[in-house]
């Protein structure tokens, strides 16, 4: 599998991670220590993010694939990381972090089909 695969899955991961702990802090608002807890999981969504990124837009501007471009790659990135974030306030917003939530996932599985 080629690396930009990996990272893509990777990405997903994060994606379900971020859902599920946003789930649990909707449920039962849980304490958590920024140092210990939110900074190290946001910035290891980051790292994973900038990894991604610096693979896959290379490959979309010299691909081109269908319904895929690097404007939309970047909003990926942006809305993966926003949405790490928002995941420890178990009050945010559900419709839109939900939204947010289907997009990635809806992009990233569209890299997946279409990736070499």
């Known amino acids: 599998m080629s690396e930009m ?5 990777e990405m997903l991961h994060h994606n ?12 039962e608002q849980q304490t958590f220590d920024f140092y210990k807890d939110m ?12 990894a991604w990124l610096a693979l896959v837009i290379p490959w979309v501007n010299t691909a081109r694939p269908t ?5 939309q790659l970047q909003q990926v990135a942006d809305n993966i990381q926003m949405i790490a974030v928002s ?4 009050k945010s917003f559900y419709k839109h972090f939900n ?3 289907q ?3 809806y992009t990233l599985k569209r890299v997946l089909e279409k990736a070499p």
Request: proline share 2%; hydrophobic share 35%; net charge negative.
């Open 5 to 9: 695969k990996d990272k893509t899955i």
């Open 16 to 27: 379900e991670a971020i859902w599920e702990l946003y789930l649990a802090n909707r449920a």
């Open 39 to 50: 900074k190290p999981f946001v910035d290891g969504v980051k790292e994973t993010c900038d």
């Open 67 to 71: 319904y895929l471009g690097e404007a």
């Open 87 to 90: 995941a420890f306030n178990g």
């Open 99 to 101: 939204d947010h939530y």
């Open 103 to 105: 997009s990635v996932e």
